[in-house]
């Protein structure tokens, strides 16, 4: 059974810090991971998608790197802003019959970023 | 493009009573669609997958008598809680796909559940 693990649970850096949040994963036959952001009581937005075939993604000041055989992968923010501060998501989609492959979700890493 | 809706955002009920959340794709034809519950402070756990004109697949530890997933049409997709109690309180979240897009699935912006 896939399990998604994020660290640490919460972070809170003072505004322009450089910050890594981490996510593992327990089974590396996954057809893809993704970043997702998620404000107080409000949905999810996508940030970023990697293959299983990639390494890294990149938009704006988000990069995401993927190390499917060693389980893990980081979202790094680049200058980070109080507006970035939100809870942040892993998921990964395994391999599903039916072309419907689940998302497991990670906990979350909640992000404060003090001005 | 790629939007989807949830009605309420927000409902209070009183215990006993039912509550219907609709989830739309306004943009695309989702051949697929699936129920997610967050607990405060919790990641999402998926409830069901449901395939257009077929019957749900429920998650180990979901009531399907409880929760009623219908999804009757290409872009629609309903969740019925029945018999609400407050332990059913959660926020519910759907998600679409289409049936040619493994990759992608787009959420919806959710609904606050309270059973009073």
């Known amino acids: 059974k896939q399990e998604v693990t994020q660290i640490p649970a919460a972070l809170s850096v003072p505004e322009g810090e450089n910050l890594v949040l981490n996510c593992s994963f327990t089974?590396?036959?996954?057809?893809?991971l993704q970043w997702f952001r998620q404000d107080p009581g409000k949905g999810l937005t996508s940030l970023l998608l990697?293959?299983?075939?990639?390494r890294e993604q990149t938009s704006g000041r988000l990069n995401a790197s993927l190390d499917k055989s060693s389980g893990r992968s980081t979202l790094y923010i680049a200058a980070s802003q109080p507006g970035d501060s939100a809870t942040y998501l892993c998921?990964?989609?395994?391999?599903?019959?039916?072309?419907?492959?689940?998302?497991?979700f990670g906990q979350g890493t909640t992000l404060q970023v003090k001005p | 493009g790629a939007v989807v809706s949830q009605h309420p955002s927000r409902v209070i009920c009183k215990s006993g009573t039912s509550v219907k959340i609709e989830c739309r794709s306004l943009?695309?034809?989702?051949?697929?669609m699936f129920w997610y519950r967050q607990f405060p402070k919790q990641s999402l756990m998926l409830m069901a997958t449901?395939?257009?004109?077929?019957?749900?697949?429920?998650e180990q530890g979901v009531e399907k008598d409880k929760f009623l997933i219908n999804h009757a049409s290409l872009t629609l997709s309903t969740l019925t809680v029945t018999s609400a109690h407050p332990e059913d309180s959660s926020f519910y979240i759907c998600?679409?796909?289409?049936?040619?897009?493994?990759?992608?699935?787009?959420f919806g912006p959710g609904t606050r559940l309270t059973v009073l």
């Open positions: 998921a990964v989609r395994g391999y599903g019959s039916g072309n419907t492959g689940k998302l497991i």
């Open positions: 449901s395939n257009e004109g077929s019957k749900a697949t429920y």
């Open positions: 998600s679409a796909k289409t049936f040619d897009s493994y990759n992608e699935q787009f």
């Open positions: 089974d590396s036959a996954i057809y893809n």
């Open positions: 943009d695309f034809q989702a051949t697929t």
């Open positions: 990697i293959q299983s075939s990639q």
